[in-house]
Each structure stands twice: as structure tokens, then as C-alpha cells.
């Protein structure tokens, strides 16, 4: 009895979670302008009339810089933060760590009214470059987990052995550690791209009159000819949303198999 209500209760919620995502590509290929059933016919000229919005490049090209950046930036940092907290000890280290995974729990849009007083009191103007802040700060505990996982699995007489041959501690981060920690690197890369890809809140309310692509999906929902675009578009951003995760998940089991770790559970 027990087994079975379970097992309800994980059908229905999946369904609840997941139904959505498998409606999208569905109303993608409907030739109906209205979002409802019955189906009017498959076609895809939704998916060629996408190509031809103005407003969809910029858009892109946006959201794209500020992922590429976010990336690049929360992994460094997630690198220097997860070797600081399984290397070294200091004093104060599990409130600083404490401080910095915050934002994992804190309401995005708290943390982005927060992030919008801060930068027009100190006369920072809004842009591509504020939304970037913004996003380093949410990822930053992503790449955080995902690298102290990569780093605790080294095998620290690996490093000692590279001090005993010569190298510098520089010397042996670089041509010991990080080799050893790449696919965490990777992972955590991909994992930061995703997230700021996808990211709506803080972009809307740091962009300034620079629009990502979460916001040019927003503001396209007002009319209702471009919802079949949208559609066409977002089923795009699912499947290369599942790429990425995929990859990423996929580099994150290839470093817990190299290091000799065991996996407990991941991404997907």
C-alpha cells in the first residue's frame, strides 16, 4: 500500500514537473496560432519565421556574452575557493564559506533588488556589465560544489610527490592539480553557462535598456501572433539546456572515475 502511493505520488509529480517541458516542442510544431488542443497540423515555419525577429539577435548576443563571462569568471573563482577550503586551513573558514554559498538559499529577487540599490547608490549605470556581477554571484556557488568535490577526490601525495621532483608550488598546481581537476573545471563551466543563459530575474532588473534573452521571451508574450515564435525558440533553449547539462554531467563522472571517488549522485 505504502509502495503504491508512492509510486502515485512520483508519477503525478513528474508529470506536474516535466508536462510543460513536453507540451513545448508539441505547440512548437502546431500550425494553429492558438495555444490549445486540438492541433491544428504540424509545420515549421514557426521555426523560420524565428530567424527573420529583429529584436531576437541583439537579444542573443547579450545573453550569450554574459554567459560566456559568468562562466569564465565563477569557475576561477570557484577554483581559488574550492582549493582554499580543502587545502588550507584558516581561521574563520566555515563562516566565510557559509557567506559565500548564500546565495544558493536567498530569493533571487531579494538578491537582485539588493544588487539594484547597491549599484545606482554607488553610481554604477546599468548594463551588460551589472548583469554580469549579478550572475557571477548566483553561479559562483554552483562551480563552488561542484570544484570542492573535484578537489577533495586528489590524491594529495600526488602533490608532495611534484614538491619532492622540484616544481613550485605554482609549478605544481599547474601541471598536477589542474590537469587532474579539468573535468570539475569543465563541469562547472557549463553548469555557470547554463545558469546565466537561462537567468530572467536579476537580468530584468540589472540590464537597463541592455534586454537578454530570458527578457526578450518575457516581452514577447505580450503579443499574442509571437507566441508560436517563442515556442519554436524555447523548445531550441530545452534542447541545448539538455545538451549542456548532459555534458556537463558527464565530465563531472569522468573526474569522480579518475580521481577514484564515488559518485553519489549528480546533475542528471
Known amino acids: 500500500m505504502k509502495g503504491g502511493v508512492f509510486r502515485i505520488y512520483t508519477i503525478g509529480y513528474l508529470l506536474f514537473l516535466y508536462a510543460p517541458v513536453v507540451l513545448l516542442p508539441i505547440f512548437a510544431f502546431n500550425d494553429g496560432t492558438v495555444i490549445a488542443f486540438p492541433l491544428q497540423g504540424f509545420t515549421t515555419r514557426w521555426f523560420t519565421q524565428m530567424w527573420s525577429e529583429p529584436g531576437l539577435w541583439p537579444a542573443l548576443k547579450?545573453?550569450?556574452i554574459i554567459a560566456v563571462s559568468t562562466?569564465?569568471?565563477?569557475?576561477?573563482?570557484?577554483?581559488?575557493?574550492?582549493?582554499?577550503?580543502?587545502?588550507?586551513?584558516?581561521?574563520g573558514k566555515?563562516?566565510?564559506?557559509?557567506?559565500?554559498?548564500?546565495?544558493?538559499v536567498?530569493?533571487?529577487?531579494?538578491?537582485?533588488?539588493?544588487?539594484?540599490?547597491?549599484l545606482l547608490g554607488i553610481g554604477i549605470p546599468l548594463s551588460i556589465?551589472?548583469?554580469?556581477?549579478?550572475?557571477?554571484?548566483?553561479?559562483?556557488?554552483?562551480?563552488?560544489?561542484?570544484?570542492t568535490s573535484a578537489f577533495q577526490g586528489l590524491d594529495r601525495s600526488l602533490e608532495e610527490a611534484a614538491y619532492?621532483?622540484?616544481?613550485?608550488?605554482?609549478?605544481?598546481?599547474?601541471?598536477?592539480?589542474?590537469?587532474?581537476?579539468?573535468?570539475g573545471i569543465i563541469s562547472s563551466m557549463l553548469i555557470s553557462?547554463?545558469?546565466?543563459?537561462?537567468?530572467?530575474?536579476?537580468?530584468?532588473?540589472?540590464?537597463?535598456?541592455?534586454?537578454?534573452?530570458?527578457?526578450?521571451?518575457f516581452s514577447q508574450f505580450r503579443f499574442p501572433a509571437s507566441v508560436p515564435v517563442i515556442m519554436a525558440l524555447g523548445t531550441i533553449l530545452v534542447a541545448l539546456s539538455v545538451l549542456?547539462?548532459?555534458?556537463?554531467?558527464?565530465?563531472?563522472?569522468?573526474?569522480?572515475?579518475?580521481?577514484?571517488?564515488?559518485?553519489?549522485?549528480?546533475?542528471l
Open 71 to 91: 562562466a569564465i569568471l565563477s569557475t576561477v573563482l570557484g577554483v581559488l575557493a574550492a582549493r582554499a577550503s580543502t587545502r588550507y586551513r584558516f581561521p
Open 106 to 118: 536567498l530569493p533571487e529577487i531579494i538578491v537582485a533588488v539588493s544588487l539594484l540599490v547597491v
Open 62 to 64: 547579450n545573453s550569450l
Open 193 to 217: 553557462f547554463t545558469l546565466s543563459l537561462d537567468e530572467f530575474i536579476i537580468a530584468f532588473f540589472l540590464g537597463g535598456t541592455q534586454v537578454t534573452l530570458p527578457v526578450y521571451i
Open 164 to 183: 619532492d621532483l622540484g616544481e613550485t608550488p605554482v609549478s605544481a598546481f599547474r601541471l598536477v592539480i589542474l590537469p587532474l581537476v579539468m573535468p
Open 94 to 104: 566555515a563562516p566565510v564559506m557559509g557567506l559565500i554559498m548564500l546565495p544558493l
Open 244 to 267: 549542456l547539462l548532459t555534458v556537463a554531467e558527464y565530465y563531472r563522472r569522468r573526474g569522480i572515475a579518475k580521481s577514484g571517488g564515488k559518485d553519489t549522485g549528480g546533475f
Open 129 to 147: 556589465f551589472t548583469v554580469i556581477l549579478g550572475h557571477v554571484l548566483m553561479t559562483t556557488p554552483f562551480a563552488i560544489a561542484i570544484l
